[in-house]
Nanobody
Framework: QVQLVESGGGLVQAGGSLRLSCAAS????????MAWFRQAPGKEREFVVGIRRYIRTPSYANSVKGRFTVSTDNDKNTYYLRMNNLKPEDTAVYHC????????????????????WGQGTKVTVSS
């Protein structure tokens, strides 16, 4: 069983930065496919970025490409999301997700691909 715990959310002004963390336990990071999703109030869950299990090149949603960067610390079994130049439309609860099976490329952005989810951390960007 994999447990994911996110942290690092908060209130930031537009143009600011935040770094979210996702600490995993129960299984080594290198054996998991990982992703970040977000859900704004009244909206569906949206894919942000994903890393497949064997091909570790991140895939970013167009809405965050060039502003968000994902990284991992295998020693700490932690997955990070660095968010720069934040915009009010980035306001959401951000969830870390993991899958034991590596998805095909077309499934990286699908929430149903991931069986493990964190509780989420709230990010609010003020204008």
């Amino acid at each position: 069983q994999v447990q994911l715990v996110e942290s690092g959310g908060g209130l930031v002004q537009a143009g600011g930065s935040l770094r979210l963390s996702c600490a995993a336990s129960g299984r080594a990071f290198s054996n998991l496919a990982m992703a970040w999703f977000r859900q704004a109030p009244g909206k569906e869950r949206e894919f942000v970025v994903g890393i497949r299990r064997y091909i570790r090149t991140p895939s970013y949603a167009n809405s965050v490409k060039g502003r968000f960067t994902v990284s991992t610390d295998n020693d700490k079994n932690t997955y990070y999301l660095r968010m720069n130049n934040l915009k009010p439309e980035d306001t959401a609860v951000y969830h870390c997700a993991a899958a034991s099976e590596s998805p095909i490329m077309s499934s990286v952005g699908s929430a149903s691909t991931y069986e493990y989810w964190g509780q989420g951390t709230k990010v609010t960007v003020s204008s």
